[in-house]
């Protein structure tokens, strides 16, 4: 019997890093008020209570320090897993992930790894003022040498943080922050799949709902309402942005003949134009109408007033299922 | 300024500077020509790849004259526990801890980005986004600590890290959050800045208004500042912080004051910027033809020079033949360790990259190039 316990995304992730910890006292965990505080959102709370100063401690406000650091202490055979405190706030950072963090395995032509992970929450719906509510997983899947993941429910939290610290590769770990106190299962025993690997969620005929993250709830939703009205949607969870599991994507396809892609983040030159581009091409004469983006639209994330506008709620996936009937 | 040799050539110390000429002092002879050796070893290099960019045989060249006193002597002050995250002129410290020239010559061809293992060199890449390697080395430094490889006492165990930066690059904000993590973490590094005065087209005082030496003391990293082109100054002053890095004293800046003589880059055009009035200044002030005349006062006789120009010689010749037998790199390495792990798209494009390139027979750029056909000549005589 496998080992079930009820918790949140936060806990989730909490337990992950703590189970990763004990087994390996090459990781380090650092970041803006993760010590004692636990961070803004207590995902590290007990951490630093529990592995002391050493290897879980505050950074001064400084986002390339964290990065360039975390670089650094994995030349030096350390395992860093830094936090970034809001997606917004990862820009200062920006350079030292995508021109050393992300070249540093090829430029070095293997001989040096880099076993970071960068943990960030990100996504709006919390009602936060500017710059604590975006989605920049785009800049990240875009650069060669990342990987780039982010879980939707409790097990793949817990699960999918280990895989990432794991991983001898850089991982960007996106949380989904409006959903870090949603509950559900974690299976202590056994993980759900590789971090890479999407998962059909919810088995459907009529269209397939692609999405990851915080819009995986949505889409869920979305499918419950869709199924009152007699139609049969699919969702799939990618779970990972870069690389990603197109063969899951396209097996659907197969099946359901047309695909929506759903994500907060803007449309324009996002994760969900790269799989709508790729299913054009893998699955072209399987497709019975254009694959569909559903996203935020093209614009700063607004004043917390509008955000329930710009962000997509089940209605917007519903309504673009709707054109893909229609075709 | 700490000073020991005149440009004439003449030794002296200056009372409040006895602590760095005891260090002086531990030399030999041998190091002293050895310093000599190498100095001349790195220029003759640097006009030899200077000429070979003209020929069309590298893509760039970046030159270091006139920076030779700062980089061999700071670079013989690092002790061989010790890493150095260098910026991208450092071809001469680079040679005082085992790099082999032609790996630099590669880089500049455009063979690949470096390729010497800094594991087993303790010499990292370089670091062309300027100021990115000094949070590399502050976060190397902060493992050496968090190993417990700071302040043993014994010198088989005690680990430091330096870092090279340019008076440019000290402008950039991760130079100054890097000295914000190492004052607060009290590590191991030592920040040797070149100040070669010019940032490009651009003079020191368009990056600073205070004197180099002193920008890390509001961070809690306090400086000195050496003359740059004085080769025992720069190895006694480097020496010392060092080893006081070593012990646990935290991190400590060396701004050594030179001059680039030559261009930033085969690429730039200096005349539109400089009078050749004050190029003339620093060559009479050439760190190079300073440690002749001190070695010549020395009773150094000729025939030492006679050995080193002809060793030059020979590095010349050998410099071209290797640099003219280099080979391309096969098209595949592009897609090596992108990542460590398998990842689906590399594979994929490799994969379409290998049909495509086989429809060409034997023109397929994908041939695998015969590794014992590159000649490695090593990096010191």
């Given at each position: 019997?496998?080992?079930?316990?009820?918790?949140?995304?936060a806990?989730?992730?909490?337990?992950?890093?703590?189970?990763?910890?004990?087994?390996?006292d090459?990781?380090?965990m650092?970041?803006?008020?993760?010590?004692?505080?636990g961070?803004?959102?207590?995902?590290?709370?007990?951490?630093?209570?529990?592995?002391?100063?050493?290897?879980?401690?505050?950074?001064?406000?400084?986002?390339a320090?964290?990065?360039?650091?975390?670089?650094?202490?994995?030349?030096?055979?350390?395992?860093?897993?830094?936090?970034?405190?809001?997606?917004?706030f990862?820009?200062?950072?920006?350079?030292?992930i995508?021109?050393?963090?992300?070249?540093?395995?090829?430029?070095?032509?293997?001989?040096?790894?880099?076993?970071?992970?960068?943990?960030?929450?990100?996504?709006?719906?919390?009602?936060?003022?500017?710059?604590?509510?975006?989605?920049?997983?785009?800049?990240?899947?875009?650069?060669?040498?990342?990987?780039v993941?982010?879980?939707?429910?409790?097990?793949?939290?817990?699960?999918?943080?280990?895989?990432a610290?794991?991983?001898?590769?850089?991982?960007?770990?996106?949380?989904?922050?409006?959903?870090?106190w949603?509950?559900?299962?974690?299976?202590?025993?056994?993980?759900?799949?590789?971090?890479?690997?999407?998962?059909?969620l919810r088995?459907?005929?009529?269209?397939?709902?692609?999405?990851?993250?915080?819009?995986?709830?949505?889409?869920?939703?979305?499918?419950?309402?869709?199924?009152?009205?007699?139609?049969?949607?699919?969702?799939?969870?990618?779970?990972?942005?870069?690389?990603?599991?197109?063969?899951?994507?396209?097996?659907?396809?197969?099946?359901?003949g047309?695909?929506v892609?759903?994500?907060?983040a803007?449309n324009?030159v996002?994760?969900?134009?790269?799989?709508?581009?790729?299913?054009?091409?893998?699955?072209?004469?399987?497709?019975?109408?254009?694959?569909?983006?559903?996203?935020?639209?093209?614009?700063?994330y607004?004043?917390?007033?509008?955000?329930?506008i710009?962000?997509?709620?089940?209605?917007r996936?519903?309504?673009a299922?709707?054109?893909?009937?229609?075709? | 300024?700490?000073?020991?040799?005149?440009?004439?050539?003449e030794?002296?110390v200056?009372?409040?500077?006895?602590?760095?000429?005891?260090?002086?002092?531990?030399?030999?002879?041998?190091?002293?020509?050895?310093?000599?050796?190498?100095?001349?070893?790195?220029r003759r290099?640097?006009?030899e790849?200077?000429?070979l960019?003209?020929?069309?045989?590298?893509?760039?060249?970046?030159?270091?004259?006139?920076?030779?006193?700062?980089?061999?002597?700071?670079?013989?002050?690092?002790?061989?526990n010790?890493?150095?995250?260098?910026?991208?002129?450092?071809?001469?410290?680079?040679?005082?801890?085992?790099?082999?020239?032609?790996?630099?010559l590669?880089?500049?061809?455009?063979?690949?980005?470096?390729?010497?293992?800094?594991?087993?060199?303790?010499?990292?890449?370089?670091?062309?986004?300027?100021?990115?390697?000094t949070?590399?080395a502050?976060?190397?430094?902060?493992?050496?600590?968090?190993?417990?490889?700071?302040?043993?006492?014994?010198?088989?165990?005690?680990?430091?890290?330096?870092?090279?930066?340019?008076?440019?690059?000290?402008?950039?904000?991760?130079?100054?959050?890097?000295?914000?993590f190492?004052?607060?973490?009290?590590?191991?590094?030592?920040?040797?800045?070149?100040?070669?005065?010019?940032?490009?087209?651009?003079?020191?005082?368009?990056?600073?208004?205070?004197?180099?030496?002193?920008?890390?003391?509001?961070?809690?990293?306090?400086?000195?500042?050496?003359?740059?082109?004085?080769?025992?100054?720069?190895?006694?002053?480097?020496?010392?912080?060092?080893?006081?890095?070593r012990?646990?004293?935290?991190?400590?800046?060396?701004?050594?004051?030179?001059?680039?003589?030559?261009?930033?880059?085969?690429?730039?055009?200096?005349?539109?910027?400089?009078?050749?009035?004050?190029?003339?200044?620093?060559?009479?002030?050439?760190?190079?033809?300073?440690?002749?005349?001190?070695?010549?006062?020395?009773?150094?006789?000729?025939?030492?020079?006679?050995?080193?120009?002809?060793a030059?010689?020979?590095?010349?010749?050998?410099?071209?033949?290797?640099?003219?037998?280099?080979?391309?790199?096969?098209?595949q390495?592009?897609?090596?360790?992108?990542?460590?792990?398998?990842?689906?798209?590399?594979?994929?494009?490799?994969?379409?990259?290998?049909?495509?390139?086989?429809?060409?027979?034997?023109?397929?750029?994908?041939?695998?190039?015969?590794?014992?056909?590159?000649?490695?000549?090593?990096?010191?005589?």
């Amino acid at each position: 019997m496998a080992n079930f316990v009820e918790m949140s995304i936060a806990k989730a992730i909490n337990a992950g890093l703590r189970k990763a910890m004990s087994e390996n006292d090459k990781i380090v965990m650092f970041g803006e008020d993760i010590a004692e505080l636990g961070g803004v959102f207590r995902v590290t709370e007990g951490l630093h209570k529990e592995f002391g100063q050493q290897r879980v401690f505050n950074t001064p406000i400084a986002e390339a320090g964290i990065v360039g650091t975390a670089i650094g202490l994995a030349m030096r055979g350390y395992r860093p897993v830094v936090e970034i405190q809001f997606d917004g706030f990862i820009f200062p950072a920006f350079n030292q992930i995508t021109t050393q963090l992300a070249k540093m395995q090829n430029r070095s032509e293997g001989t040096i790894n880099m076993p970071v992970v960068i943990r960030v929450p990100y996504g709006g719906g919390i009602g936060a003022v500017e710059h604590h509510s975006e989605s920049p997983e785009a800049y990240f899947a875009h650069t060669a040498g990342l990987r780039v993941i982010s879980p939707s429910n409790p097990n793949d939290a817990y699960w999918m943080i280990q895989q990432a610290i794991a991983s001898t590769d850089p991982v960007m770990f996106f949380e989904p922050k409006r959903r870090y106190w949603q509950k559900g299962p974690v299976n202590l025993d056994e993980p759900p799949a590789g971090m890479h690997t999407a998962r059909v969620l919810r088995e459907g005929s009529d269209v397939t709902i692609a999405t990851y993250g915080p819009m995986v709830a949505t889409a869920i939703q979305a499918a419950d309402i869709a199924a009152e009205e007699g139609r049969s949607l699919e969702v799939i969870d990618l779970r990972s942005m870069s690389p990603i599991d197109f063969t899951t994507i396209v097996n659907s396809v197969k099946k359901t003949g047309r695909l929506v892609v759903a994500a907060e983040a803007s449309n324009f030159v996002s994760v969900s134009s790269e799989v709508a581009a790729r299913v054009h091409e893998l699955a072209f004469y399987h497709l019975e109408s254009p694959v569909l983006r559903v996203g935020g639209f093209d614009v700063p994330y607004p004043a917390a007033k509008l955000e329930e506008i710009f962000l997509p709620d089940a209605d917007r996936i519903l309504e673009a299922v709707d054109r893909a009937l229609a075709y | 300024m700490v000073q020991l040799l005149s440009p004439e050539g003449e030794y002296s110390v200056a009372p409040q500077y006895a602590e760095y000429a005891k260090l002086v002092q531990e030399l030999s002879e041998a190091d002293f020509l050895r310093f000599y050796r190498d100095m001349a070893r790195i220029r003759r290099f640097d006009f030899e790849a200077n000429a070979l960019q003209r020929q069309g045989q590298l893509g760039l060249w970046i030159p270091a004259i006139g920076q030779e006193a700062a980089q061999i002597g700071s670079g013989y002050a690092v002790g061989h526990n010790d890493h150095i995250f260098p910026s991208y002129r450092e071809h001469g410290v680079a040679i005082t801890h085992g790099i082999d020239l032609m790996s630099i010559l590669k880089m500049l061809r455009g063979v690949n980005h470096g390729g010497w293992n800094a594991d087993e060199t303790r010499f990292h890449l370089y670091a062309i986004v300027l100021g990115t390697q000094t949070l590399h080395a502050t976060g190397y430094a902060m493992g050496v600590k968090f190993d417990g490889k700071v302040g043993t006492g014994n010198p088989a165990e005690d680990q430091a890290v330096i870092t090279y930066v340019g008076d440019g690059a000290t402008a950039e904000g991760e130079v100054s959050e890097s000295f914000i993590f190492a004052a607060n973490n009290q590590v191991p590094l030592v920040y040797f800045v070149q100040n070669n005065q010019w940032a490009i087209s651009s003079p020191t005082h368009t990056q600073t208004r205070v004197p180099l030496f002193q920008r890390g003391t509001g961070f809690g990293v306090p400086g000195i500042r050496v003359d740059g082109n004085d080769v025992l100054a720069c190895y006694a002053v480097t020496k010392k912080h060092m080893d006081e890095a070593r012990a646990g004293n935290g991190p400590f800046l060396i701004e050594a004051l030179t001059y680039r003589i030559g261009a930033h880059t085969s690429s730039d055009d200096p005349t539109k910027y400089r009078d050749s009035e004050e190029v003339e200044y620093w060559k009479a002030r050439d760190p190079l033809v300073r440690l002749e005349k001190f070695l010549r006062r020395q009773g150094i006789g000729q025939d030492f020079f006679d050995e080193v120009e002809a060793a030059g010689e020979k590095l010349s010749e050998e410099i071209r033949s290797a640099t003219f037998a280099l080979k391309n790199p096969p098209a595949q390495n592009m897609f090596n360790y992108v990542y460590s792990e398998q990842h689906p798209l590399i594979e994929e494009q490799l994969a379409w990259l290998e049909a495509y390139e086989a429809s060409f027979g034997d023109q397929s750029h994908l041939a695998v190039a015969d590794p014992s056909q590159i000649p490695n000549i090593g990096s010191v005589h």
